[in-house]
Structure formats: structure tokens, C-alpha cells
């Protein structure tokens, strides 16, 4: 292993004093050495990809299909996207310069903030939020405002929308709504977006819409702030949690040609295109595989009622999630408000992994995530050996 020189060794983008290190994932690994650890921390799906979106793939790649595809995608899965998100969303984007095939949503999300931002700019995000979010809010240079909603039963108001419009003024280009939300599950109502939708438009705010989950929403159909306001939302969406194409890192962005011509420039310095077997395999899951998603989406819709009911009846707070495949539990008063400390203790003392509500900003502390992404008897389990730890410490 090379020493770094010693003129190096404090070498780094200043940007990242500001921000702690991928907490999800170093939490995450900090717990994984646990003997025995059933993990519910990570958005990971359980499920394999379905067989003929893997055979798509495999196609993909005996068919030579090895050379660079255009920047923005491969036209058959850029003509998939375009046909879904007609169907689902109402809204017809031109695949030639409004959609944008990226590495995961993940990418996604880094193009928009590096393509579109600038420093001193405000970026409005109501929180708990994908902890994500901040950090490529500030290593554009601009600045993340955390918008508390916690008090709000974790959902944006137009009061709260408006206050901060007024307090943060002109400097606030943009506001990340993502819905079903990680790690609520909570997800906007066709009234609670109707009542947001007139303050959106008269800020003239670009929407950055996350709805990585939207095939994940149980109790109505997904609806974006895409269908009322094309002009102003970019849909941030992709087939990791749908089709548990995690791996595969297949995301997507779709918004108004003017606005996507940056984020396209952004996208080919960082990545120039995503691999084709991968596309190839989306395209086919969009095409061909609509139902797979909803297969997935009624296994995690009986498990999201199991670990309500078991959570609920052990003392943690919690709303039925509405979307996405976490639940989010105040942990009950008699064990203290510290959530870092309580999911370490559980991960050492029962081998049960969940991650602390705080990193997902203001408003989640003495709050877990656990994700019911994990399989049946895992989650049967892991209620077991929290009855267990809360028995002994009640
Ligand atoms: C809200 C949200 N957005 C985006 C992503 C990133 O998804 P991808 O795996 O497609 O990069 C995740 C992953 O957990 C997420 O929860």
C-alpha cells in the first residue's frame, strides 16, 4: 500500500468539512459485524429481478451490444420511459431532448443539483428526507433549508411552503418533494397537492420530484406534481425499488427541454452513459414488466402490516406508511430521545439493524427507520428480538 505524500495528505474539496459521511451506509457498516444482525436498515429490496428483465440483460450482452450508447440513454428504453410516464403521469416528454437515462436516481439527483444550481442559491427541502439530498445541495455550492414537518405529521403545508418562500426570498430556486417519501412513507393526497400546487407556480420554484417509489404506493394511485405543473417539475425516478434492480443502477430524469439541457450536459461529464446491458433490462421492465412492481408492491403491503401492528403494539409511534417500504417509529419516551444510541444498543444487545431517524435532518430525532424490504421471516424475527429487548429494559 503507497504512503500518500506528505503534500497530499490533507488534500480534499472543502465542501466536505460540511457535511458528515454517508450515514446511512457508515451506520450501516458499522453494525454489520454483529454476529447474527437481521438488518432492516438499507432501501434494499429482497426480491431477485425478475427472470425475463435478467434475460433482457443477458441478451443485451451475447448480442455484442458493447459499445458506447448516446449520452442520453438508448432510444428504446428512452421511448419506454417516455410511454410509462405517459400512462402514469399524463405527461408526454419528447425523447429526444427531455429525458435523460442515468446512473441510478442517485445520479439523477447529482445532475440536477451540479447542472442547475449555483452558490448562494436556497434549495427547499421539508425533512425527514433521503440524507442524500444535503450533501449534493451543498457540493453544488448552494444551500440546503430544511423545512420541519414533523410537527405537520411529516407532511408539507401551504402555510409552511409559504412562510418559508417569504423568509428565504429570491435566493430559494428550487424545492425536493419526494413521494412516497424515505423514510415517512408518507405521500401527497390529489387534495394536498391541489392546495400546494398554486403557491408552487406563482414562486416559479423548479420541482425536483423524487418518486423513486411512486410503483410503491398502497392505499391510491401515485400522482405527480408533473401532471399539473410540467413546466416547472423534473422527475427524478428509476427501477432500483420497483423491480429491486438496485445493482443494475438504472435511474432517470425527465423535465422541460430548456431546464434538461444542462442537466444532460452534467450527466455526460459525469458518467457519459450508463451500460446497455443495464438499459436493456430496463426497457424490458418497463415494457413488459408493469406487473412486477405490483407483485413486489402486495408482499411488502402484508409486511408493512405486520411490523405496523407488532411496532405499534410494543410502544413505538407510528402512522401506517401510504408508500416506499420503511416504517418511521418515535421510540417510546422510558428509552430516551437519543436514536443513535438506541439503534446501537439494539444492534449490539439483539442483532436487530435500524437506522437513527436523525440523519434525515430536522424534525426525525428519537425517531428509527426500519425497512421492510427484508423477508418475511427476517421481519417475524426481528419483532421477536425487540419484544425481547424492550421487555428486559420496560
Ligand atoms: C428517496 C430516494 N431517492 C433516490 C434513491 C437512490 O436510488 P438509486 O438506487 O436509483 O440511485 C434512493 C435510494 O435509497 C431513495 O431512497
Known amino acids: 500500500?503507497?504512503?500518500?505524500?506528505?503534500?497530499?495528505?490533507?488534500?480534499?474539496?472543502?465542501?466536505?468539512?460540511?457535511?458528515?459521511?454517508?450515514?446511512?451506509?457508515?451506520?450501516?457498516?458499522?453494525?454489520?459485524?454483529?454476529?447474527g444482525i437481521i438488518k432492516l436498515t438499507l432501501g434494499e429490496p429482497d426480491f431477485n429481478v425478475p427472470e425475463h428483465v435478467k434475460q433482457a440483460a443477458i441478451k443485451s450482452i451475447e448480442a455484442n451490444d458493447s459499445h458506447y450508447a448516446q449520452d442520453v440513454g438508448k432510444l428504446e428504453l428512452r421511448q419506454a420511459i417516455h410511454d410509462y410516464l405517459l400512462d402514469t403521469r399524463a405527461v408526454s416528454y419528447d425523447v429526444q431532448s427531455e429525458i435523460v437515462v442515468t446512473d441510478g436516481a442517485t445520479e439523477s439527483l447529482a445532475a440536477i443539483s451540479y447542472g442547475l444550481l449555483n452558490p448562494g442559491d436556497k434549495v427547499l427541502i421539508p425533512t425527514p428526507a433521503f440524507s442524500l439530498y444535503f450533501a449534493q445541495v451543498k457540493l453544488a455550492g448552494a444551500e440546503p433549508v430544511m423545512l420541519d414537518t414533523s410537527q405537520d405529521d411529516f407532511q408539507l403545508t401551504p402555510d409552511h411552503l409559504k412562510r418559508a418562500l417569504a423568509e428565504h426570498g429570491a435566493a430559494v430556486k428550487?424545492?425536493?418533494?419526494?413521494?412516497?417519501?424515505?423514510?415517512?412513507?408518507?405521500?401527497?393526497?390529489?387534495?394536498?397537492?391541489?392546495?400546494?400546487?398554486?403557491?408552487?407556480?406563482?414562486?416559479?420554484?423548479?420541482?425536483?420530484?423524487?418518486?423513486i417509489y411512486s410503483d410503491l404506493t398502497y392505499d391510491q394511485a401515485h400522482i405527480s406534481f408533473a401532471t399539473q405543473l410540467p413546466e416547472q417539475t423534473l422527475i427524478v425516478s428509476g427501477m432500483s425499488k420497483s423491480h429491486a434492480m438496485t445493482g443494475y443502477r438504472l435511474g432517470y430524469v425527465a423535465g422541460p427541454a430548456d431546464i434538461m439541457k444542462s442537466v444532460s450536459q452534467l450527466h455526460s461529464y459525469l458518467v457519459v452513459s450508463v451500460n446497455n446491458a443495464t438499459q436493456a433490462a430496463g426497457a424490458e421492465a418497463l415494457n413488459n414488466g408493469r406487473d412486477d412492481a405490483v407483485k413486489f408492491k402486495e408482499a411488502y403491503q402484508k409486511r408493512r402490516d405486520f411490523i405496523v401492528a407488532a411496532m405499534q403494539k410494543l410502544g413505538f409511534t407510528l402512522a401506517t406508511p401510504q408508500g416506499a417500504f420503511y416504517v418511521f417509529a418515535k421510540i417510546p419516551a422510558q428509552f430516551g430521545t437519543d436514536d443513535f444510541k438506541f439503534a446501537l444498543d439494539l444492534a449490539q444487545k439483539t442483532a436487530v439493524g435500524v437506522i437513527p431517524g436523525s440523519v434525515f435532518g430536522a424534525g426525525a430525532e428519537g425517531y428509527v427507520r426500519l425497512s421492510y424490504a427484508a423477508s418475511d421471516e427476517n421481519i417475524k424475527e426481528s419483532m421477536r428480538r425487540l419484544a425481547e429487548y424492550m421487555e428486559k429494559l420496560a
Open 174 to 211: 428550487a424545492i425536493i418533494l419526494n413521494y412516497p417519501n424515505n423514510p415517512t412513507g408518507r405521500t401527497f393526497t390529489k387534495a394536498e397537492i391541489d392546495a400546494l400546487v398554486p403557491i408552487l407556480k406563482e414562486s416559479g420554484l423548479l420541482v425536483i420530484s423524487d418518486e
Open 1 to 35: 500500500m503507497p504512503a500518500t505524500a506528505a503534500s497530499l495528505a490533507q488534500l480534499h474539496n472543502h465542501l466536505l468539512d460540511t457535511m458528515t459521511p454517508p450515514a446511512i451506509r457508515s451506520f450501516d457498516n458499522q453494525i454489520s459485524s454483529v454476529p
